[in-house]
């Protein structure tokens, strides 16, 4: 099993700690495996609808894929119902070190949510 420093570990400690923010359809697993081979500590996974991520397999296949290679990494999503967010922060728990709530994304898949 690889092991790593956790998140919290890597920001508790003295050194600069690098982080590849999430970003839409860019950052998925080929471009983390990239950015881990220059020093990423920390990568972020795209934003992920909660909502379709928890409704349909096929939607978390192409959303979401991760090695073991792939730590430490947090897991975005976007959501307006706590419970679609809750939900699908169980479902990658095994995979991730953490998740992020996209509160401030302007783009209109996001802003529809009612
Ligand atoms: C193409 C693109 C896609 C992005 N997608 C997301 C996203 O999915 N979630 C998010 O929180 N921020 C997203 N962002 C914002 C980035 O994560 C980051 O906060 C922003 O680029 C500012 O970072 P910088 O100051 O290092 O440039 C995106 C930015 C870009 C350029």
Redesign the pocket.
Known sequence: MTTYKRPLELLEGDSLVKIC??????SKLPFRTLVRKYDCDIAFT??IVSESFNQSIKARHSDFTTNSGDRPLIV?FAASQAKDFADAAEIVVPYADGVDL?CG?PQKCVTIFN
């Not at 923010?21 to 860019?26: D, N, Q, S």
Request: glycine letters at 0%.
């Open positions: 923010a999430p970003m839409v359809r860019y795209p934003m975005q996209n994304c």
